[in-house]
Every structure is written in structure tokens, then in C-alpha cells.
């Protein structure tokens, strides 16, 4: 059996089946339903049809109104929105394993366009589905998603950045311009 992978905050990482894996690059993107926040209220979301046809950049975070996730990814995402969709870019997206009445709070809170769609992960499904979640109930808060970023051109995955949740290089909006 494979050894338990902790992240940097000695946490461990939530296995996919019995190993600890994450989806590849080439690989289709999970297909289910999540909530997508909207100013009127919880909408279903199909992942399939979310990506289907079209180019998308999803970036996930550890929790909406944490410190890190309010005061640089997602701001960096809204600052250069325009600049990331100048680069073919049909949707940006925000993942969180919170509910959808909370990542819309934030979005009010953040003064989020609607060319960055809020994605609830309440349950988790998602995150587990991708391989990218991380068990925080240790700290008190429960089942997470990793930060993470990716590129996704069709439902398939294209590229794909995971770092620490107390960092944000590789995610942020700065670098997804890089690599576009």
C-alpha cells in the first residue's frame, strides 16, 4: 500500500481509491454535478457541459475568505481577467469546497465580475474526483481542496499547477499568463 503524502502544513493528503494520485494532464475532467454561485442564488452545474467545447481556466482554493485566497488569487484572477481571456480563454472559473451561499458572500465581498464563475464544491465531490483534496480537520476545517490551477480545452486537461495552501505562485493569474 502506498505511504500517506502530507502537504506542508503536515496534513494529510486525501487518497484517490487506494493510492495517492492526482489527475494527469491528457486525462478528461470529471463529470458531475456541483453548484455554481449566481446573484440569483445556487444553480446546478455539469462539469461535462462547463467544459465542453470551449477553453478554461479553473483555479481552486483551500477556502473562500481565507487569508491567502482573499488577499492574492483571487484578486489576481479579477485584475487580469481581461488580459487572461485576451489569450483565447473562454471562462475562468473559482472552485472551493464550501457552499454556494458563502462563495457568493465573497464574490459580492471581492467585487467578482461575472467572467470569473464561483464554483461550490460543497461536498466535495470535485475536489475528491480530481485527486486534489487534503483532510484539514486536524486544523478544524474539514475536508479542503489543494490550491491548485488548470488549463482545460475541451474537457481535457491541458496543464495543471499544485502548491502549497499558504503560497501562490504557480496558481496565480500572474503565471496562467505565462504559460497561456
Not at 479553473?58 to 488577499?71: D, E, N
Not at 472552485?95 to 464563475?117: G, H, M, R, T, Y
Not at 482545460?152 to 499558504?166: C, F, Q, T
Amino acid at each position: 500500500m502506498t505511504q500517506p503524502a502530507y502537504n506542508e502544513l503536515n496534513v494529510k493528503i486525501t487518497p484517490k481509491g487506494d493510492k495517492f494520485m492526482t489527475i494527469k494532464v491528457g486525462d478528461k475532467m470529471p463529470d458531475l454535478t456541483i453548484k455554481q454561485a449566481t446573484a440569483n442564488g445556487p444553480m446546478d452545474l455539469v462539469t461535462s457541459e462547463f467544459f465542453k467545447n470551449k477553453t478554461v481556466v479553473l483555479f481552486a482554493i483551500p477556502g473562500a475568505f481565507t487569508p491567502v485566497c482573499s488577499a492574492k488569487h483571487l484578486p489576481g484572477f479579477i485584475t487580469h481577467c481581461e488580459e487572461i481571456m485576451d489569450k483565447g480563454v473562454d471562462q475562468i472559473a473559482c472552485l472551493s469546497v464550501n457552499d454556494p451561499f458563502v462563495l457568493q458572500a465573497w464574490a459580492e465581498n471581492q467585487k467578482v465580475e461575472d467572467s470569473i464563475q464561483m464554483l461550490a464544491d460543497g461536498n466535495g465531490d470535485f475536489t475528491k474526483a480530481m485527486g486534489l483534496g487534503m483532510d484539514l480537520t486536524a486544523l478544524g476545517l474539514g475536508y479542503r481542496s489543494q490550491r491548485y490551477a488548470i488549463v482545460v480545452r475541451n474537457g481535457i486537461l491541458k496543464h495543471l499547477d499544485v502548491e502549497p495552501a499558504s503560497s501562490c505562485s504557480v496558481t496565480s493569474a500572474e503565471h496562467i499568463l505565462e504559460i497561456l
